[in-house]
């Protein structure tokens, strides 16, 4: 299977890095584009952005009119945007095109692989526990006939040992350790008959305890919580949307304090695929940062 390219925007799309703050329940927006597509913010211990773009990882500082700096990460193919930041702060798990997962500084260098490229699987990160020591993925089998047989949750220790099933019921997809290492929740299609339609979930590290978080005629997808506080938001698609696509109108909904039910939403907007693929709250839980991809919006050349 070839690797394939980077993501690029369209004629006359640009893309905007936003930050919502949830004290005062509102977005700034802190970098507009219209070259590199950068997707999927995670936030750095030290107050950095992370974001991937033209198949690397770029740096950002989340104030308005802030540029880009890339991260000199070698020995990998093109990235694609599952990416998470080790707790250690200093490191970063990344997902390449060639579907292997890596870990790597987050001041370069080289990059190391961490999955078996002859385990037939095609990995997609999205989470490491609260100790560093294990990560979530996505993993994917492909038929013959070149489509998806299944999307399964898998856990891996950081140093490729025990890789193993966590949840195996319907396509599933975005799994995120809670702060306290005792969940995993993730988007699943587990408790519907209708293609596409994923619902938020969570299951215990140990695999039991599978619970349905939200229950509505959207497709959700990629809850993340905080490190601090009792928020948590989740990326919402209108019903009937297939997968995670791009280029759509997109909700961001907030939970507070565990009520899954009831979510608000804060921001509607252009995008979905790359808008918060990854965790992309600040550590003290009270922001997270956001991208969208508006067309014929008046676009600045990135820096």
């Excluded at 560093?132 to 994917?140: D, I, K, P, R, W």
């Excluded at 949750?153 to 019921?169: E, K, N, S, W, Y």
Aim: aromatic letters at 8%; one cysteine or more; a negative charge.
């Amino acid at each position: 299977m070839s690797i394939p390219p980077a993501r690029t925007l369209a004629a006359g799309q640009s893309c905007r890095v936003h930050v919502f703050d949830t004290s005062t329940m509102s977005s700034t927006l802190i970098h507009r584009g219209n070259d590199v597509l950068l997707e999927a913010p995670n936030w750095t211990q030290d107050g950095r952005l992370i974001l991937n773009g033209d198949g690397v990882l770029w740096t950002l500082t989340p104030m308005s009119g802030a540029s880009t700096r890339q991260v000199p990460i070698t020995g990998v193919p093109v990235l694609n945007n599952d990416h998470v930041l080790a707790p250690n702060g200093t490191e970063i798990f990344i997902s390449a095109n060639d579907w292997q997962i890596y870990r790597a500084s987050l001041s370069g260098g080289d990059a190391t692989r961490i999955t078996a490229p002859d385990d037939g699987i095609l990995h997609f990160l999205h989470g490491v526990s609260p100790d560093g020591t294990q990560l979530a993925y996505t993993a994917v089998k492909i038929s013959a006939e070149m489509t998806i047989s299944s999307a399964h949750v898998h856990t891996i220790r950081v140093d490729g040992g025990d890789d193993r099933p966590l949840f195996q019921g319907g396509p599933s997809d975005g799994s995120e350790y809670s702060p306290d290492g005792e969940w995993v929740y993730f988007n699943t299609e587990h408790f519907s008959d209708t293609d596409g339609h994923a619902q938020i979930a969570r299951i215990r590290s140990d695999g039991s305890g599978l619970e349905q978080l939200t229950f509505d005629d959207r497709v959700n997808w990629f809850p993340h919580l905080p490190a601090r506080g009792e928020l948590a938001v989740y990326l919402s698609f209108p019903p009937g949307t297939i997968g995670h696509p791009a280029d759509l109108p997109v909700e961001l909904r907030l939970v507070r304090n565990g009520n899954w039910r009831d979510p608000e939403t804060i921001v509607t907007l252009f995008g979905g695929q790359g808008t918060i693929n990854v965790n992309s709250w600040s550590p003290d839980g009270t922001q997270f940062a956001y991208v969208d991809y508006p067309i014929d919006d008046v676009a600045q050349t990135d820096s």
